[in-house]
């Protein structure tokens, strides 16, 4: 097997010509950069990938994290390859100079991440908890704890991870308990459990750093009383040596997938001797943990675009190589069977994969050069873009997470029997990719938040931004004779979300908050095929702007395949909102108004 | 956990009250038998599948078929399940009188089966395969093979096999190579790999007896020269001793789930003295394995459904005592929690689950009836039954096994973090069930049969027998006026159905066979729509008619949440058919019309 999992020229297309990449190295904030060290970059992440990252794939999955003498055993290659992501300054590719980090653009920044997911989703988790744990301590941590910590989870030396959930609470993070006790030299004395906790403990770590959330005693209840605190798993004593915090691992997850990764339940005090230090002011915790989440929700759409990539790799390979069966118009039995690509049930299947990965992945990356823009710009561009950014990232987040089970279970599907079993990589990419609507964030929870609160903040602001962005994408397309009609679709389509976004807002006005919010996950659906649908109209400018410079052969093949993958996602894809708009128009509280008692049987 | 699989509840409700099992007793055929039998059998199905297989199903899972010294191990329950199904007549449950069976309805006969496979899919397919094997022998087979063969299977001594798939064929049939050569003595010799094969071997069976598809040295080239063979594993000798018939295990498949059967890689004659006994005539061998194979896609549409079944009250369980968050009303973060059953998202996939599961359970059960029916009734009737149950079929088969992995996959979803981790059995049902839109003809060989061969079959006659089934069903329903307007909604989606098969049928007249059967899954997906629509409106009126003649309270709350799901299913699964119904109709050729070498990059 060639274990091909990214396009580097889909890669570059995106970042170059859709996004337009150099146009950021115009701000001062990013004028060291260039082209020729973005593509280096991305060079040298595939090639980092496929040598060191992609061997482990499958030897991770069935050696999973074992937990035996009160710690948490994981596969070697963790502590090379945390090694490798510090001194080649992956885990702070995007973080400020000022902060010791690289100061790339998050467009660029987060495609090495992506390309590291795509090769061995489990296997890069590790260092990009660090990247997130890092930068909640330099936006909020004290400078000792900056000094102390973060050139720590820069190196790779110690592992970050982000402590929220609690048995009792699940996603309701306003009920957890963790409690944390003021102590005389100024930490807190915290007692509690964590569960669901990503790389919480292993030993290719010197130690583990907790971003973990919890109570100080006599806080408010519910959201307003959660403080943010990092709790080490060993602390540096009054000597400067480092001893043990308290901080024990209770026993590890059985998954189904992602096995390469531990997920730990986690007891802090239970010796009465864990020391949390308070990360900025008290009870605002949930609020700083919001940018962690942030940056872990596009997280999670690009490791699911990722994981989708490399079944689609791993797909095409095989429906290129298998001969089987004939042309429908030629049954004769004694000639010889075709390529199973060659049929047409099987190119649907490739170019729906396709049109999930490259679309999500544009989406992803629309929120990234958003992020970017809010760094450059100032005044009102800058609340622009930061309402775009967070009026996407749920959706960003929730369509590759939910349309990546779709693509690789397709992935498999080309494969047939062979794709259940594990003489090929399909059947571990169909379990990994289910997590993706389960963590940071389910979907349901993505879509509340999506509907209840980015439509309605600032009277709907992002909303009409939003409207505004897709409207001059339509206007750019219809100049194009060729895209004229599909921006037509486009128009009509944002229509179509306006009107059941108005309507559901109608409701939400007249006070009926739970029918509003019934059918958030469906309202999210249809937005993400719109969303979608417009990064592939943006995809199909450049396309056609390629094309029209007159590119090599290769280019030009790479060009033409884009725009059957455009059409697809036209023709297929975007009917699919029809069903969704009609039963949002016509929803009539049926989920509210059934008693659950009638589920008896 | 209570690890409730079934609902009997729902079961005797379709079995009376939609599909009126008791006026197939009004057969002579059927006569002996009575609703207090029909009672008896689906309790004691539900006990042995609670006492004997559920307990299981975990174990089954975590302890796979082991291949070691050339033969296949797996788990000891497997020969007591098999000598329970044999003495309590589980395996010869439909089959005639005159073959040694029970000659209970299909209608009820299969639904054991069904029970067990939600019980653990697993273990059920082992006598389940003898079913199907003893069928076949029964209807082509010699007197002889019919002595010798159907008892054993029968009783479960001997473990049956259906052995079609090589490895350079796949679901190319016509493609197979494995040979016969006649022998003087009337068998023949027997030379040739088969794959995938459903307990192809293991230790607990005396004996393994293959109905294996080969060619008779000389045939026809493709689909016509092939035959049908029983290739036992030992053979009688002229002693009357058996002794080893060269058919050895050449490996097991790892696969992702269904774990607890053994998925064989089988060698025969590698020593030149496999013996293959030739079932009916020569070269007719691919119609006599349809018989097999029909009955075998009804019982993958049945397992599909069952394990979705099992996934469902799992999640219900869970969603009615976990308590998290509050209503959106209600934000109070000192009131207690709520379960997590009372929120509308939870609801809404519950419901969905529902609305899959025993819309599926429905259509399969219509297509039993049907198959009933052809046994009872003689001429055109006869002959209009066997039409409607060919046409079904492949619906019965690929609607369950698409729409259960989303059903499992919602019922995994309610669970959160604890769904992906192996605490619940969630996980294992979601591995399990992906492997129905794969055996027995994939979703895309199903789909092609349905558009390519059952809808054009005697000029569409199949689909003119369906429309009219359908349209007396919207008849019966609009005289209820509860129903009126869903009957119309029905009426409607019907029209449409037929609007796109005419467009279809177009296509083929003017002769682009390669085009009319581009997007025939899609066409399938639509299909199946309507067809579980029907289905659904035909619980509707059952329900109506039972809600009038004032049933207890629990009686009524059953029938009360049966209107929710029937009011689910049209509001929100009905209106998916919009988008197939409009990109069918627009098809414009682009999976034809694009090049495989396009997929470049």
Redesign the interface.
């Known amino acids: 097997m060639k274990k091909k999992f990214v ?1 580097m ?2 890669l570059k297309f995106m970042l170059y010509e859709v996004f337009d990449a150099a146009s950021l190295i115009q701000y001062s904030y990013y004028e060291e950069h260039s082209i020729e060290a973005f593509d280096m970059i991305l060079e040298t992440a595939v090639k980092i990938g496929g040598g060191k990252l992609r061997p482990f794939l499958e030897e991770m999955d069935k050696n999973p994290p074992r937990f035996a003498d009160g710690s948490v055993h994981v596969h070697p290659m963790v502590r090379s390859f945390m090694k490798e992501s510090g001194e080649g300054g992956w885990i702070s590719i995007f973080a400020p100079h000022a902060h010791g980090g690289q100061q790339v653009p998050i467009l660029v920044g987060f495609l090495p991440t992506f390309i590291f997911n795509a090769a061995n989703y489990s296997a890069s988790i590790y260092p990009g908890l660090n990247t997130g744990a890092a930068h909640l301590i330099s936006s909020y941590g004290t400078e000792a704890m900056q000094r102390i910590y973060i050139p720590r989870l820069y190196s790779g030396e110690w592992q970050g991870t982000m402590a929220m ?1 609690e048995p ?5 993070l ?2 957890i308990t963790t409690s944390a006790t003021p102590a005389p030299e100024g930490h807190y004395m915290m007692l509690g459990h964590k ?2 906790i990503s790389a919480g403990d292993h030993d290719c770590a010197d130690n583990i750093v907790h971003l973990l959330l919890a109570r100080i005693v006599g806080a408010p ?3 307003k009383g959660i403080s943010l605190f990092l709790v080490p798993k060993k602390r540096f004593n009054a000597g400067g040596n480092l001893v043990f915090n308290d901080a024990t691992v209770a026993g590890i ?6 096995r390469g990764a531990p ?1 730990t339940q986690l007891s802090f005090g239970e010796n009465g001797d864990c020391h949390g230090y308070l990360v900025g002011e008290a009870n605002k915790g949930l609020s700083y943990m919001f940018q962690m989440m942030n940056e872990a929700r596009l997280s999670v759409g690009f490791a699911a675009t990722a994981i989708a990539s490399a079944a689609y790799y791993a797909a ?1 390979e095989y429906a ?1 190589e ?8 030629s ?4 000639q010889p ?1 075709i ?1 199973i ?8 299947m ?2 729906c994969q ?1 049109a999930i990965i490259e679309g999500s992945l544009s989406l992803l990356m629309q929120c990234t050069k958003y992020s970017d823009l809010t760094t450059v710009l100032t005044g009102q561009e800058k609340e622009k873009y930061q309402l775009l950014l967070d009026l996407l990232t749920p959706i960003a987040k929730t369509y590759p997470a939910e349309m990546g ?1 779709l693509s690789v ?1 397709h992935a ?2 080309c494969l ?2 062979y ?5 090929f990589p399909l ?1 571990q990419y ?2 990994d990719v ?2 993706h ?3 940071e964030g ?3 929870i993505q ?2 938040t999506l509907l ?1 609160r980015c439509i309605t903040m600032k009277n709907g602001k992002a909303f009409h931004l939003l409207l505004e962005e897709i409207q001059d994408a339509v206007n750019t397309a219809q100049a194009d004779t060729d895209l004229a009609a599909y921006a037509g679709e486009l128009a009509q389509a944002a229509e179509k979300l306006k009107e059941v976004t108005n309507g559901l807002i109608g409701v939400a006005i007249k006070g009926n ?2 029918l509003f ?6 309202y999210m659906e249809l937005f993400g095929i719109v969303a979608v649908a417009w990064q592939w109209l943006l995809q199909a400018v450049a396309v056609n702007k390629a094309i029209r410079s007159k590119p090599g052969e ?1 280019d030009l ?2 060009y ?2 884009k725009l ?1 993958v455009f ?2 996602f036209f ?2 894809e975007l ?6 708009y ?2 949002l128009l ?3 509280g ?3 108004e ?1 008693h ?6």
């Open positions: 396009s020229q889909n959930t009792q609470a699940g996603s309701s306003g009920d569960i669901f209840p519910g959201l997850y059985h998954k189904m997938g992602y997920i095409l290129q298998r001969p089987q069966g004939r042309a429908v118009t049954k004769d039995p004694t069977q390529p690509i060659e049929h047409a049930d099987i190119k649907r490739l170019l396709r089970i279970s498999l599907q047939g029997g794709g259940y079993c594990d003489d059947e169909y379990r289910r997590i609507p389960i963590h389910t979907t349901g879509s509340i209840g908050i739970e919010l019934a059918d958030a996950t469906l290769d093949k790479f033409q395949g059957y059409r697809y023709g297929y009917p699919k909102m029809e069903g969704l009609r039963l016509n929803a009539d049926l989920t509210v059934m659950a008692d009638l589920f008896s049987d």
